[in-house]
Every structure is written in structure tokens, then in C-alpha cells.
């Protein structure tokens, strides 16, 4: 099998949908030797953040020299984002080499009617890669909630982080805060130790208190009082810990998340983890990821998104309200079928002086002319696109004074085909 073949095969698992339950994920790690008995894990989970702070934590562990595993969801550029070793993507043959295992082992349970999910064997399959590159941790973003997501397979973790929870996969996950909570706590193992956000929704928080005592927990809270040293469009410098950092992640979210990155990696420094303060502050800074409040390009200014729910959007309110007051600002929105899309417009087109419409490649966006209708209220100048690429194409073509900005905001689906075709374009400028 090779990658294609591999990524194809993953695909037709799709068929299986989004199933709840650790059953088929137990099965198939067994078939493969519970790779995931064999390593250490920091276990993520929360409603927004969980992508940054692993990835900042995996950065500061990397940094301090431990081959460090990190496994993320979704994936903005690249397929292969999603399974991490040292900030490098694991190769396309070793991930097909693992994939024909994983295919084999999954057709044995096929046959007895447990029929693994997508998101399952692209876990297994992460634990045996993990396993086989001989990581000294892995850091393990859930996929969906955390108390039946696949990754809760583990048996425990050094240190479990509880992001930020707020209204998201409710079909799934439940109508209320404390559903959700509930469902995320739930990656929670007895004699553990559990970070939660800074400045967690009250509700959610005493969910996870609780769930914590219950477990024989320890459960941190870091201060929420930031102190920031500077700001700009790219970065926040803040004073946490008796250290400065710069977080290279914009908005204030991201600091509060980088005081969970803080408080994990002391927690493991308690244990044994060679990981100083300028260790735990160098590791931040060297963070990268796309599609987080991304400058793409800066004539005119572009800025790619990818937040998806109404805690997302008043994120990306907030930085415009700071940073472009004044601005002409033209936004490339889609959203997905499932998101809280009135909320997410509530909060964020009011600020917007044009809206263009699009739908990315995904068989779960929303009609852009649905998004349009609710969208109309919020702004007055909103038009429609079929693809993103002519949505790009024609925020260009408005946008070209000193002061317009662009915003692609709403998916990671749109994030991901807006952001290939930026590159692309100015790839193309360059060439004239």
C-alpha cells in the first residue's frame, strides 16, 4: 500500500461515521500490541485551544531534547500535521507502512462487526507510528469530547489539560455547558494531575472540579491576571511565572493558552522532565501554526482563521476591535453545516465591511446562500461565491487600498484551500 492507497483507505472508512465508544479502538490497539501501553502521554482536551496548546507544549518538550509526539486534529495544509515527531510530519511511506498494518488487523474486526472509524485507526495507527519512532511522550489531542473519544484509550496520562469548553458538537456532546463538560472531563484517570483554562466558564469548571475530586485528581488553575509586556498583530509578550514570554499566536486566548502550556510543563518538571524556565519560555516562542489569526500576506493584509464556533468568533472580534478599528475589512466566510452559525455572525460580521460568501470542498459546509440570508442583517454588502479560489480572487479585486484588510474566518476546511491559494497567487506574482 502506498500513501495514496493508504489515504484512500482511510477515507472509505468515512462510511462508518462518528460512533461514541472505546470498544472498536480497544480491539484494534490490541491486534496491534496496545501500542499506547508503551508510552507516555499529556492528554488535551476542551471546545477551542487544544490544537495551539499542544502544540506549544510539544514544542517546549522538543525543544528541552525528548523526541516528542504530537498528534492533532484537524489538519490545515497537510494531511500528515495530524501525526507530529519533533515538529517534523512523519513520512509518507511510514505512514502507508503502518496503514497496511492497521488495514489488515481492521478487517479481522470487520468481520466480527467492529467496525472501526476513521478517527479510530488514524489513532492506532498514530500510537504504533509513536511507539515505533521511539518517543519519550506523546502529546494527544481528543477528537471529539474526551470521555468515548478514541484517544481516551490511554490508561492514564503524566498530565491531562482541560482547554477552554464552550458551546460546540452539541448533537453529540450535549445542550448544556455541564454536558459538555462532562463529556471532556472525561480523559480525567485517578491519581492524575489536571490543568484547566484560566478563565474557564464557571460551570464548566465546577463539572471538572468535581470530576477531579471524584478521580483523586490534583486539579491547577493558573492565575488569569496576565501581565502583558507587548503586543502586536503577531505576537503577545506576557510575564507569567517570573518569565517573559513572547507567544507567537495572537490574541489573548492564546496567552491564556500558553498559561496552561506553562503550568503542564512545570507539573512535569515535578516529575522528573529536565524543563527549565528558559527551556518552558524558548519552546513558546518557537511555536508555528497555520490558520490561527495567520498573516498570509501583507498587501493587502490577509489574515486567515480558522475558529468555528461563537467563543472562536468573539476571539477574532476582540483582535479586529484592536488592531484594524477604522479598517475596510472584507471577509471570506464559510462555516460548516454543524457550527452555530447565527451566534458566530452575531459576533463577528458587524465589524465586517463586505462578505463574500463561499463554500470550501466539504460535504458538511452550509449553502453559502443560507449563510447569506443570516448574514445580510449583520452586513450590508454581502455576495456569494461558488469555490474559494473565486472568493479570494474577488476580495483582491475590492480590497486594494491602504486600508483594507482581508479576513478568510469560519472553517479550517476554507483556512486550508484559502491559505494554498495564497501561496500559489503570490508564487505566480512573483514570477511576472
Not at 490544537?51 to 514544542?59: E, K
Not at 468515548?148 to 498530565?159: C, P
Not at 468573539?314 to 466566510?333: C, H, P
Request: with cysteine.
Amino acid at each position: 500500500m502506498n500513501y495514496q492507497q493508504a489515504r484512500t483507505w482511510i477515507a472509505f472508512r468515512q462510511r462508518f461515521g462518528v460512533k461514541p465508544g472505546l470498544e472498536r479502538i480497544a480491539a484494534l490497539c490490541r491486534q496491534l500490541g496496545d501500542p499506547q501501553k508503551q508510552l507516555r502521554f499529556v492528554h488535551v482536551a476542551g471546545t477551542n485551544g487544544k490544537g495551539s496548546t499542544c502544540t506549544m507544549l510539544a514544542s517546549v518538550l522538543s525543544g528541552a531534547g525528548y523526541k516528542t509526539g504530537l498528534y492533532l486534529s484537524p489538519y490545515v495544509v497537510e494531511f500528515l500535521e495530524r501525526i507530529q515527531i519533533d515538529g517534523v510530519c512523519v513520512s509518507k511511506k511510514r505512514f502507508a507502512a503502518i496503514i497496511s498494518r492497521v488495514a489488515e488487523k481492521a478487517a479481522e474486526l470487520d468481520a466480527r462487526g467492529l467496525c472501526a472509524t476513521e478517527f479510530e485507526v488514524i489513532t492506532a495507527a498514530a500510537f504504533a507510528l509513536f511507539l515505533q519512532a521511539g518517543c519519550d511522550i506523546v502529546v494527544l489531542e481528543t477528537g471529539l469530547g474526551g470521555r468515548f473519544d478514541a484517544t481516551n484509550i490511554i490508561e492514564r496520562a503524566l498530565v491531562n489539560i482541560i482547554t477552554s469548553i464552550s458551546m460546540d458538537h452539541c448533537d453529540v456532546l450535549g445542550s448544556t455547558i455541564e454536558e459538555i463538560a462532562f463529556e471532556k472531563a472525561g480523559i480525567i484517570k485517578p491519581g492524575t494531575k489536571t490543568v484547566c483554562y484560566a478563565e474557564m466558564n464557571p460551570k464548566a469548571f465546577e463539572v471538572i472540579k468535581k470530576a477531579s475530586t471524584e478521580c483523586g485528581s490534583a486539579l491547577y488553575q493558573p492565575d488569569a491576571a496576565i501581565r502583558v509586556v507587548d503586543e502586536d498583530l503577531n505576537a503577545t509578550t506576557i510575564e507569567a511565572n517570573g518569565m517573559n514570554i513572547r507567544i507567537p499566536l495572537a490574541g489573548r486566548h492564546m496567552a491564556l493558552n500558553a498559561l496552561s502550556v506553562i503550568e503542564a510543563a512545570i507539573l512535569l518538571r515535578e516529575d522528573g522532565f529536565r524543563l527549565s524556565d528558559v527551556l518552558i519560555a524558548s519552546g513558546i516562542e518557537n511555536t508555528s501554526m497555520p490558520a490561527r489569526m495567520e498573516i498570509v500576506r501583507r498587501r493587502p493584509l490577509t489574515i486567515i482563521d480558522g475558529g468555528h464556533n461563537p467563543e472562536c468568533a468573539q476571539a477574532l472580534a476582540q483582535y479586529v476591535e484592536k488592531y484594524f478599528s477604522g479598517k475596510r475589512i472584507t471577509a471570506v466566510f464559510a462555516i460548516m453545516s454543524d457550527k452555530d452559525v447565527e451566534a458566530y455572525l452575531a459576533a463577528a460580521a458587524p465589524l465586517f465591511r463586505k462578505m463574500i460568501i463561499t463554500r470550501p470542498n466539504n460535504s458538511r459546509a452550509l449553502d453559502p446562500k443560507i449563510i447569506a440570508a443570516k448574514a445580510s442583517p449583520f452586513c450590508s454588502d454581502v455576495t456569494v461565491c461558488r469555490t474559494a479560489a473565486r472568493a479570494m480572487r474577488d476580495a483582491l479585486s475590492v480590497a486594494d487600498g491602504a486600508d483594507d484588510v482581508i479576513i478568510v474566518c469560519g472553517s479550517f476546511y476554507l483556512a486550508a484551500e484559502a491559505r494554498a491559494w495564497i501561496i500559489k497567487h503570490e508564487r505566480n506574482e512573483a514570477l511576472l
